[in-house]
C-alpha cells in the first residue's frame, strides 16, 4: 500500500541568472512500513525534498500525496492540523520545547490537536525508548542522545502515516548515533511506522530498507 | 475547534510566560504605568464632575430631585405614597430671624425629617437631629457663634424670629451642630415637628404669606432624568395640576432641583475639552503602545524559533495568537491592578492641586467604578492593540524558516555584512560601524524605542512651554488695576448675586492715614435705579440665554413708559482715582470728572481685548435717561390694574411700577471698559458710570461698593502687611485683592501646570527609559552567543562593551535630536494654540528641558548597556558558546 508518492516535484528560488532549481521533478513512492533513506551531498535538494513532503513549504509545481490525501490542496491552517495528525518530524536539532519538560513534549502534538491521549501506547514508546525515569526532566537538561529520544517519542506519539527524520544524528557522536538509529528502526518496526530519513551519512543510510540518491534535485537511483 | 485543546494551550502558555521573567516584569511595569496615567486621568476627570455636582446642590441647598412645595397635611398624605416616588421626606417652614445678630445672613428656622436634613446637607457633626416632644433644636456653627453660643451638645439659646409677620422669641436645648458652609444660601435651624405646631397655636398662625405651616415634600425619583415630567404624571394622577393657581384650585407648585437640569457637568463641557480628553486618551494609548508594542515585538522576534518549533510539530496560527493573548492578559491583570492602586493615590493628589486652581467647585474624590472599569478597560485596550501586529507576525512565522533560523549558526551574519560591504570593504569592522549595524537589525525596534523617549521629552518641553508662556506681566496688567482693592467680604465671594455689602467710611479712613496711598471710592447702586430702553433691545439681550415666551412674560410685568419699558440698571460714582483706571474706548471723561449731567457708558471686552459692540446700546452724544425710584407699587400685567398695598401677592402675578421717582437725563461723554477686577462682578443690566459728586447727588446715595488705591513702592510691603492684618482675617468683616495676592495666584496657576505636566513626563519618561531598557536588555541576552562567538575570535570585553555602550548613545543621542527637530517644527504651531487658550500666554522658544535632560539620557545610555553586559559576562566564553544549544 503506497502511503506516500510524489509527482513531478518542482521547486525554484529566485528568478532569472540567480534561479535555483532545488527540486527539478521529483517522483517517488514509498510503501507502508518502509524505512527509506534519502541520501545526497549539500546542497542536492533532500532538506528541500523532506521540507515539501512535510508540508512545511509549498512546492513551485507537483503534488505530495500522503495517505490517500493531495496536501497542498489544503489552506495553511488545515495544512497544519493534517500535519500533527500525520507527520511525525525528527530534527537534527531535536527542536524540543525548551519550556516544558519530557512528557509534556511527548504528547504535545496529541494534545494540540485536542484528542486525549492513548496512554498504554504512549507508556509503551516511553518504555521501549528508555525514557521512564527522564519524564519530569526539562528538555535542555537531557544530554544530546536523550533528546534525540524525546524526539523520536514525539513523533511516534500521535500515530501519524509517515515519519520523517531530517539528518536525526547529525548532532550526535557515532555511539550514540548508532544507539539511536536502531532505536528508531526498532519502535519503527514495532509500531509498523513508516519512515523518511534523510541523511548524507551513507553508513548510517545502510540501516535503511531502501535508499534514495538525490542530486540536483532529481533522483538518480534507487537500491535496497 | 476542539475544547480540550485549550488546555494545552494554557500549558504551553504559561510554561514560555515563565521562562520570560525579565520581559514579564517590564510588561508588568508598563502596564502599570500606562494604567496610572488612565486612572489619574479618570480620577480627576470624575472628581471634578461630582465636585461640580455638589457645587451646584449647596448652592441650591440640597440635592432632593424636587419639591412639591406648600401641601395641606391631606395633599401631602396623598402623594407621598405615588409608586413613582421612590422617597420622601418633609419640611415645616417656621419662620425667620430678621434682627440683630442675624440682620445679615439668611436663617431659616424650620421642622425637616431625617431625609430632608440628609438631602440639604444638614447632618449633625455632633449631635443628632432633635427629637418630636422635646425643646430641642439643631443648627450650624456659624448660627451659634452669631448667638455667642458654643457649640456644646447641651447648651441653651434664645432666638427672637418673625412667623407669619409676628414676632416670637423661643429658647432651644442644642442637640446637634454642623459645620458652616459659605456656599449654602441659607443658614437652618432644626426644630420638631411638635414644636413648630406649639409655636403655630401660641401665635395662632394663619398662614397669611402662603407658606409659613403648609408642608414641603422633598422627593426622590428613580434616577434624575426627566424630573419635572414625573411630578407633573404624579399631580395628574391625584387630580392636581401646576399650571396655574388661576386654573383652578387644585394647584400645586413644583420645583425641579436645577442642580439636576440646568448646570449639568456633561453640558457645561464644551467642544475643546472634550477634544482636548481625547487627545490625551489617545497621547496615553500612544504612550501606552510605544512599549507595550516594543516588548511583545522584540519577545516574538527572540522567539522565533520557538513558534517556528511549535507550527513544524502542528501548532495552528490560532493557537499562536492564543498563546501570546493569553501571556498578555496574564500580564495585565497585575499591571491594572498596581496601576489603579497607584494611579488612585497620584490622582488624589492632582485632584487637590487642579481643584485648588478652580472657583466654584468643591474638593471631592470620587470613588465611583467608572474610573477604575473605565482605566482597567483602557489599558485592556491598549495592551490588545499593542499585541495585535507582534501575534499576527507569531503565528505567519514559517516553519522552513524557523528552522533555518536554527541552521544557520549565526543568524545575523548576512545582515552584518551589508554596510560594511556595500562601499568600503577594505576598511574592516569598526566598533562603531558594528554598533550602528546592530542597531539596523530590528529596525522597527530601534524607531519605536527611539520615539518612545523622545515623546517623554516632548511632554516635559511642552509642559515648560506652557509654563514659561504664561505671562505675569500680561495676566497683571488685565487683572490688577490697582494696588490694592478692599470692600465687604462678599464683594469677592464668586457665588453671591445680591451683594449688599457697603464699605464704612471710618474703614477708608483708616486706609487713608496709611503713608503714601493714593486711593478712590466708588459707590454703587444697582437697584431702584432704572433706563428706559425699546422692547427690541430687551428682547435681544435676554433672548441671549431665555426663550421667547420667557421674554415676552418679563416686559409683560415691566412698567411701560410711551413705546418705551423701564429696565434696572447698575450705575457706578466714581471718584477720580477709579476714573483714571478705566479704558476709554471713545470719547473723554474728563467731563465726568466735572461734575455735569454726564455718563460713561460700559462696553466690555474679552480677554484678547476685543470689544463686545453689543455690550451696550449707547453710543457716543446719546442721551440716557435714568430714572431714580423712591418708592414702588405692583400691577396686575394681564389687567395693568395697580394692587392696593396690603395685598397678599404670593400666588399672584405682578409687575412693578414706580410710584414715587425722579428722572434725570444724561449726555454720553465716553465709552469706557471696566477692568474686570472693578465691575460689580456679577452681569444683569447696562451699566452707566457717573462721577462721584453727580451720583452722590443725583441718586442720593452713598454706598461704597469697594475703595482702590495705589501706594509708593517702597511701601508695598509695609501696606500689604497692614492689609492683612486689617481685612484678611475670617472674622474681619473686609476682604481685600492686592497685586501681591495676584501675583501669588498666578504663581499657583503656573505651578499647577508645572506640576500636573510634569507628572506625567515623569511618566511617560518611566516608560520610554523602561522601552529603552528592555530593548537594549533583550538584545544582549539575545546575542549572549553572538558575543561569545565575537570574544572567541579575538574581541576584548572592552572593545565590546564599547560596541554596546555606542549602541546604547546612538539611541538617547537621536532621542534628543528627534526632540529637538519636533520642538523647532511643532513650536510655532503650539504657540498658536496655545495663545488661543490662554490670554495671557506669551510664546518663548525654549530648549532648556532638552538640554537638562540630554545629559541623562545619555548616561542612561551608557549605563544600561554597561551593567547588563556584565550581567552577561559573568560566564566563560565556552559556557556561553555551549549554552545556545
Known amino acids: 500500500m503506497t502511503i506516500l508518492q510524489t509527482k513531478e516535484l518542482k521547486k525554484v528560488y529566485g528568478s532569472g541568472e540567480s534561479e535555483v532549481r532545488a527540486l527539478d521533478g521529483v517522483n517517488l513512492t514509498v510503501e507502508k512500513g518502509e524505512f527509506v533513506a534519502v541520501v545526497g551531498t549539500s546542497g542536492s535538494g533532500k532538506s528541500t525534498l523532506l521540507h515539501m513532503l512535510g508540508g512545511l513549504d509549498r512546492p513551485t509545481s507537483g503534488s505530495v500525496t500522503v495517505d490517500g490525501k493531495e496536501i497542498f490542496t489544503l489552506k495553511d491552517e488545515e495544512l497544519t492540523i493534517f500535519r500533527r495528525r500525520k507527520i511525525g518530524f525528527i530534527f537534527q536539532n531535536y527542536n524540543l520545547v525548551p519550556v516544558l519538560n519530557v512528557y509534556e513534549n511527548i504528547l504535545l502534538p496529541v494534545q494540540l490537536d485536542g484528542g486525549a491521549p492513548d496512554k498504554a501506547y504512549i507508556e509503551d514508546i516511553i518504555d521501549t525508548l528508555g525514557l521512564t525515569s527522564k519524564l519530569n526532566n526539562l528538555s535542555n537538561n537531557l544530554s544530546g542522545g536523550q533528546q534525540q529520544r524525546v524526539a523520536i517519542a514525539r513523533a511516534l506519539a500521535s500515530k501519524p502515516a509517515i515519519i520523517l527524520a531530517d539528518e536525526p544524528t547529525g548532532n550526535l557522536d557515532s555511539k550514540t548515533s548508532q544507539d539511536v538509529l536502531s532505536l528508531l528502526k526498532v519502535t519503527g518496526q514495532k509500531f509498523s511506522q513508516t519512515i523518511v530519513m534523510i541523511t548524507h551519512n551513507e553508513a548510517i543510510a545502510q540501516l535503511a530498507d531502501r535508499i534514495i540518491r538525490i542530486e540536483d534535485g532529481c533522483v538518480r537511483s534507487t537500491s535496497k | ?885
Open chain 2, 1 to 885: 475547534m476542539n475544547v480540550s485543546n485549550r488546555k494545552c494551550i494554557r500549558r504551553l502558555s504559561i510554561a514560555s510566560f515563565k521562562a520570560a521573567k525579565i520581559r514579564n516584569i517590564i510588561t508588568v511595569a508598563a502596564i502599570a504605568l500606562t494604567t496610572i496615567l488612565f486612572t489619574v486621568l479618570f480620577t480627576v476627570g470624575m472628581s471634578m464632575k461630582s465636585g461640580f455636582e455638589q457645587s451646584n446642590f449647596r448652592m441650591v441647598g440640597g440635592y432632593s430631585h424636587s419639591s412639591f412645595k406648600y401641601l395641606t397635611k391631606e395633599e401631602f398624605e396623598e402623594l407621598k405614597d405615588d409608586p413613582l416616588i421612590q422617597k420622601y421626606g418633609k419640611r415645616i417652614f417656621c419662620g425667620m430671624p430678621t434682627k440683630e445678630p442675624f440682620q445679615k445672613s439668611h436663617v431659616e428656622v424650620s421642622y425637616c425629617d431625617a431625609n430632608v436634613a440628609k438631602w440639604m446637607f444638614l447632618e449633625p457633626k455632633e449631635g443628632r437631629l432633635p427629637r418630636e416632644g422635646t425643646n430641642e433644636a439643631a443648627t450650624d456653627e456659624k448660627v451659634l457663634s452669631l448667638l455667642g453660643v458654643e457649640p456644646v451638645i447641651g447648651n441653651e439659646f434664645t432666638m427672637t424670629f418673625m412667623v407669619d409677620g409676628t414676632e416670637t422669641t423661643e429658647t432651644f436645648t442644642l442637640c446637634g451642630w454642623w459645620e458652616y458652609d459659605e456656599v449654602i444660601p441659607a443658614n437652618q435651624v432644626l426644630i420638631p415637628e411638635s414644636r413648630t405646631q406649639e409655636i403655630f397655636q401660641k401665635l395662632n398662625t394663619q398662614g397669611k404669606d402662603g407658606m409659613t405651616g403648609t408642608l414641603n415634600m422633598d422627593v426622590m425619583f428613580k434616577n434624575a432624568s426627566h424630573i419635572a415630567d414625573n411630578m407633573i404624571t404624579v399631580l395628574e394622577r391625584h387630580g392636581y395640576q401646576t399650571e396655574g393657581r388661576d386654573q383652578g384650585d387644585n394647584y400645586i407648585q413644583i420645583g425641579v432641583n436645577w442642580g439636576y437640569t440646568s448646570a449639568q457637568f456633561e453640558n457645561s463641557l464644551d467642544i475643546t475639552t472634550v477634544l482636548a480628553l481625547i487627545a490625551v486618551v489617545l497621547l496615553i494609548i500612544f504612550t501606552g503602545y510605544l512599549i507595550i508594542y516594543n516588548i511583545f515585538q522584540i519577545s516574538v522576534s527572540n522567539d522565533v524559533r520557538f513558534y517556528g518549533l511549535l507550527k513544524t510539530i502542528g501548532t495552528t496560527g490560532r493557537q499562536i495568537k492564543r498563546i501570546i493573548s493569553l501571556q498578555a492578559f496574564l500580564l495585565s491583570v497585575p499591571g491594572i491592578l498596581l496601576g489603579l492602586l497607584l494611579g488612585y493615590g497620584a490622582g488624589v493628589i492632582m485632584t487637590g492641586i487642579v481643584v485648588a486652581q478652580l472657583d466654584g467647585i468643591v474638593l471631592t474624590y470620587s470613588v465611583s467604578p467608572v474610573i477604575f472599569v473605565g482605566a482597567a478597560l483602557f489599558s485592556l485596550v491598549t495592551v490588545w492593540l499593542s499585541c495585535r501586529k507582534p501575534r499576527r507576525m507569531a503565528a505567519k512565522i514559517s516553519p522552513v524558516e524557523a528552522v533555518r533560523y536554527t541552521e544557520s549558526s549565526m543568524k545575523m551574519s548576512k545582515i552584518r555584512h551589508s554596510p560594511n560591504k556595500s562601499k568600503n570593504p577594505q576598511k574592516g569592522a569598526s566598533i562603531f560601524r558594528m554598533a550602528m549595524a546592530n542597531l539596523g537589525r530590528n529596525r522597527s525596534k530601534t524607531v519605536v524605542t527611539v520615539i518612545s523617549m523622545s515623546f517623554a521629552v516632548v511632554v516635559l518641553n511642552l509642559t515648560f512651554t506652557v509654563a514659561n508662556g504664561f505671562d505675569m506681566d500680561k495676566y497683571l496688567s488685565e487683572m490688577v488695576a490697582a494696588d490694592f482693592i478692599t470692600a465687604e467680604a462678599p464683594y469677592f465671594l464668586p457665588t453671591t448675586y445680591n451683594k449688599v455689602g457697603v464699605l464704612p467710611e471710618e474703614a477708608i479712613a483708616q486706609i487713608e492715614a496709611l503713608d503714601g496711598v493714593k486711593g478712590g471710592r466708588t459707590y454703587q447702586k444697582n437697584f431702584a435705579a432704572e433706563e428706559l430702553v425699546t422692547k427690541e433691545l430687551i428682547q435681544k439681550q435676554q433672548g441671549q440665554w431665555d426663550s421667547p415666551e420667557n421674554v415676552a412674560r418679563y416686559i409683560e410685568q415691566l412698567e411701560k413708559v410711551g413705546d418705551l419699558y423701564l429696565e434696572r440698571v447698575q450705575l457706578y460714582g466714581m471718584e477720580d482715582f477709579v476714573l483714571d483706571k478705566l479704558r476709554v474706548v471713545e470719547g473723554d471723561i474728563s467731563k465726568l470728572k466735572e461734575g455735569g449731567n454726564y455718563v460713561a457708558a460700559v462696553y466690555a471686552e474679552d480677554d484678547y481685548g476685543n470689544l463686545h459692540e453689543d455690550y451696550n446700546w449707547a453710543k457716543l452724544g446719546d442721551q440716557v435717561t435714568i430714572r431714580y425710584v423712591e418708592e414702588y407699587e405692583y400691577f396686575n400685567p394681564d389687567t395693568g390694574e395697580i394692587y392696593a398695598e396690603d395685598e397678599d401677592l404670593s400666588n399672584k402675578r405682578y409687575g412693578t411700577k414706580a410710584k414715587v421717582y425722579e428722572d434725570k437725563v444724561y449726555e454720553v461723554a465716553a465709552l469706557v471698559v471696566v477692568p474686570a477686577r472693578l465691575t460689580y462682578r456679577y452681569y444683569g443690566a447696562d451699566e452707566f458710570v457717573m462721577g462721584a459728586e453727580t451720583f452722590i447727588q443725583d441718586s442720593g446715595t452713598s454706598e461704597v461698593m469697594y475703595y482702590a488705591f495705589d501706594c509708593e513702592d517702597d511701601q508695598v510691603e509695609s501696606v500689604e502687611r497692614w492689609m492683612q492684618d486689617f481685612a484678611g482675617g475670617e472674622d474681619s468683616p473686609y476682604a481685600y485683592e492686592s497685586r501681591k495676592k495676584e501675583e501669588e495666584e498666578f504663581n499657583d496657576f503656573r505651578n499647577m501646570f508645572m506640576m500636573v505636566g510634569s507628572g506625567a513626563a515623569f511618566i511617560v519618561g518611566m516608560v520610554g527609559i523602561l522601552n529603552f531598557l528592555n530593548a537594549i536588555l533583550t538584545a544582549i541576552i539575545a546575542r549572549k552567543r553572538e558575543f561569545a562567538v565575537l570574544q572567541s575570535v579575538g574581541m576584548t570585553g572592552k572593545q565590546l562593551n564599547q560596541m554596546l555602550i555606542t549602541e546604547g548613545m546612538v539611541f538617547a543621542g537621536s532621542s534628543i535630536v528627534i526632540t529637538l527637530i519636533l520642538t523647532v517644527v511643532m513650536g510655532p504651531l503650539a504657540s498658536s494654540v496655545l495663545e488661543g487658550m490662554f490670554w495671557f500666554f506669551s510664546y518663548r522658544f525654549t530648549v532648556t528641558p532638552i538640554l537638562l535632560i540630554a545629559p541623562v539620557f545619555l548616561v542612561i545610555g551608557a549605563v544600561i548597556p554597561f551593567v547588563s553586559y556584565h550581567y552577561v559576562a559573568k560566564r566563560s566564553v565556552v559556557e556561553r558558546l555551549r549554552e545556545a544549544e
